[in-house]
């Protein structure tokens, strides 16, 4: 298990099982999945946020009225159901021990056959991840069948917005076509059961971006090459499904180096391609637009705008291009994005000339984000756009255009209105979570890029948006007393401060006075004793742990605090506080209200930085660690002593809610192993015994971060998921 830090998002999971090319049924996570134990059936839902992540991909159907699909690059695909205007999960089925399929590298539609859908999958391709895999399904991702790949797969890496990368071949609907990024082209003549490697005139780089795009053009079909330095060839053709080559005439330079997209007009026979200088979606500075008549071989740039323009601050327009998506009723109309042009903002371009001319639809669009209020960020109104490289044009509705961005999908119906079509697709890689034991809000979850959230209701986004003064990208840490939950206090990345405090649950916040030194490069975990008079701010393994008693006005080095561990506050004595040392194995507490901290049980198990120390609600010094594999501890003495828990093997994160009825101890709530599954367990008598209460259908591949029960409502219970936001079930 390690964290990994590529993008915006980390993947907290252990390496992916690894297997050889074969067909077999989907497998529910592990070989040995089981179904929940008697009692244990759940209703699960996601918690409502509203997107909240990067929307690599969108393909409508070319020949089936209302059928779309969404891809994330760690949140798994997506089935638009058109009656509802909802978004429907189709990976939710992903186990534990397959968390890097639930990054979705490509997908592809067979437009003969609507109810076929493929799925590439694979979120890395480091060598500590999983090799890929292709789902296919018959009934538009209802159920599926697998098989695994022996190649890696990068849909949460640089160039997780290009694509697609898996073609189903014009000629003939039983053969397929996958690019990879480091290991060429692979066919498939037998509808995705099995893959070999084909000949392919560019050589793979280790690092580089391989096969960017595959894209039908009448019979024949294009690749773009994603490794060239802007001198060679970067996009190949075949016309007859063995031969490729490079396409002559195609556009050179800096500002055509990396084809990101391509779309193909039938009605004109013309190819429309985005390029950037880099595949996104950071670091493009520069990008143009081309296009190629297929019946004659002519190049025509076609760029809206050229990069590199002057801006008002003095700065430079640098940007490049991402999506591009043809209007199958109007000839020659086109919509393409920019991406990365942070100064000016990204915008969508369309032309129905051909790209003669455009118009950028930004410049009259009124934005309505009512149901998302958080896409503020904190400020007086919503921007356009930013990571805008899926783009689509609804096949049988010209005016309905959708692009996803860094954290939704806006949609318009009329090319002037947009709103977020997110309704059921939920991304977020969520941290933390706390449910409070009294107030308005049932939970406040912490989040990567999205920070706070404080939920009024689990069914609708919340209406205070993310948590500001200040905004948080990502939530490092977040916190209540116990004994005074109206007191809050949350850490994490931000622009404008590192940490804040709230005195109303959660719905408004006031920045700390001061902070520590390193809190702006290296925020950490933080947390406050039962009475909110203290607290204990963590800053990883290079700094000392700080202490304030004045509500953050100033702070005090800890130097007896274990470097890097995370504090944990006892809910009832708001002098003691306890801390895991995970590089040493030793439980140090605190009984002078954080001032110094005492090593206590040593010996524990060490070297992994998610080990869990939590503290049972109502009660001192009752201690519960989890240790991942090497299972589950309890101390009932302050620390002092550990004893394992026999009842499981394997414990990743652990959580308490409302007792049941009759029972004097609260409902303990884990995600780890009783048997040979790792999944959600619920106790109800001191983690003496389990019941499993998700199942097969319900497993969101990692979901070692966090879990919470209700403190106010029996059997409820979260669960933070790395890609499908919060989750939680009920009792059916």
Not at 388 to 407: K, M, N, R
Request: net charge neutral; proline share 5%; with cysteine.
């Amino acid at each position: 298990m390690r964290t990994f830090h590529l993008s915006r998002r980390s993947v907290l999971a252990g390496t992916a099982a690894t297997a050889a090319v074969a067909a077999l049924p989907m497998v529910q996570g592990s070989a040995q999945a089981a179904v929940p134990a008697a009692g244990g059936a759940y209703r699960w839902r996601n918690v409502v946020q509203g997107g909240t992540g990067f929307i690599t991909g969108v393909l409508f159907h070319p020949s089936a009225r209302g059928l779309a699909y969404a891809r994330t690059d760690i949140g798994g695909a997506y089935r638009w159901d058109d009656r509802t205007d909802r978004w429907i999960p189709l990976t939710d089925h992903i186990g534990w021990d397959d968390w890097n399929l639930l990054g979705v590298e490509a997908m592809a539609v067979d437009p003969a056959h609507p109810n076929r859908l493929y799925l590439a999958l694979g979120t890395y391709a480091q060598s500590w991840a999983g090799n890929g895999a292709v789902l296919r399904s018959e009934d538009r991702g209802a159920t599926w069948k697998r098989t695994d790949l022996g190649v890696k797969l990068g849909a949460n890496e640089d160039g997780r917005g290009c694509g697609e990368r898996l073609l189903v071949d014009p000629r003939d609907s039983d053969t397929l076509w996958l690019g990879t990024r480091h290991d060429g082209l692979l066919k498939s003549t037998d509808r995705g059961a099995t893959w070999k490697a084909v000949s392919f005139p560019a050589a793979p780089s280790a690092t580089g971006q391989g096969i960017t795009l595959l894209v039908a053009a009448g019979r024949s079909v294009y690749a773009g090459w994603g490794d060239s330095d802007g001198t060679l060839a970067n996009l190949y053709r075949t016309a007859d499904g063995t031969t490729w080559k490079a396409v002559p005439g195609q556009p050179a330079g800096t500002a055509a180096r990396v084809p990101v997209r391509a779309a193909y007009d039938r009605h004109t026979c013309e190819l429309y391609v985005t390029y950037a200088n880099a595949p996104g979606p950071n670091g493009q500075s520069d990008g143009s637009v081309h296009k190629l008549r297929t019946t004659s071989g002519k190049w025509t740039e076609v760029t809206p705008v050229k990069p590199g323009g002057p801006t008002s601050d003095g700065g430079t327009d640098s940007f490049g291009y991402g999506g591009v998506a043809v209007d199958a009723r109007r000839p020659g109309t086109i919509v393409v994005s920019t991406n990365n042009r942070w100064s000016l903002i990204d915008t969508l371009y369309r032309s129905t000339n051909g790209g003669r001319t455009w118009t950028s639809l930004k410049d009259k669009a009124v934005l309505d984000v009512s149901e998302t209020p958080y896409l503020k960020w904190g400020a007086d109104k919503p921007k356009f756009g930013w990571w805008i490289q899926a783009v689509g044009l609804d096949p049988f509705d010209s005016e309905h255009i959708v692009y996803g961005t860094g954290a939704t999908l806006y949609g318009t119906r009329d090319l002037k209105n947009w709103a977020p079509e997110i309704r059921g697709l939920e991304e977020a890689s969520i941290r933390q979570l706390i449910s409070p034991p009294a107030g308005e809000a049932h939970l406040i979850s912490g989040s990567g890029d999205i920070g706070v959230m404080y939920h009024e209701r689990l069914t609708a986004s919340p209406s205070r948006g993310m948590a500001s003064n200040p905004v948080f990208g990502t939530s490092t840490g977040l916190a209540l007393a116990a004994a005074k939950p109206s007191y809050v206090v949350r850490a994490g990345w931000g622009d404008h401060g590192n940490g804040a405090w709230s005195n109303d649950g959660g719905k408004t916040w006031a920045p700390f006075t001061s902070q520590p030194s390193m809190a702006k490069t290296a925020p950490g975990p933080i947390t406050t004793n039962a009475d909110g008079s203290v607290l204990l701010w963590s800053f990883g393994t290079g700094n000392p742990g700080f202490r304030s008693a004045d509500n953050g006005e100033s702070w005090s080095e800890i130097a007896s605090f274990p470097k890097g561990a995370a504090p944990v506050a006892d809910p009832v004595d708001p002098t003691r506080f306890y801390a895991f040392d995970t590089t040493t194995g030793t439980l140090h507490a605190s009984t002078d209200s954080g001032l110094t901290f005492t090593a206590r049980a040593t010996g524990l198990n060490s070297g992994d930085t998610e080990f869990q120390l939590v503290a049972a609600p109502g009660r001192s010094g009752d201690l519960w660690l989890s240790l991942k594999w090497n299972g589950l501890y309890r101390s009932t003495d302050g620390g002092a002593t550990f004893t394992k828990v026999s009842s499981c093997w394997a414990s990743y994160t652990l959580g308490f809610g409302k007792a049941a009825e009759g029972a004097s101890y609260p409902a303990v709530y884990m995600v780890g192993s009783t048997e040979t599954i790792t999944a959600v367990h619920r106790s109800d008598d001191e983690a003496k015994t389990w019941t499993r209460v998700n199942d097969d259908q319900h497993q969101w591949g990692w979901i070692g971060a966090a879990i919470s029960g209700d403190p106010r409502v029996y059997g409820r219970v979260y669960i933070a998921t790395n890609g499908r936001g919060v989750q939680y079930g009920e009792p059916a």
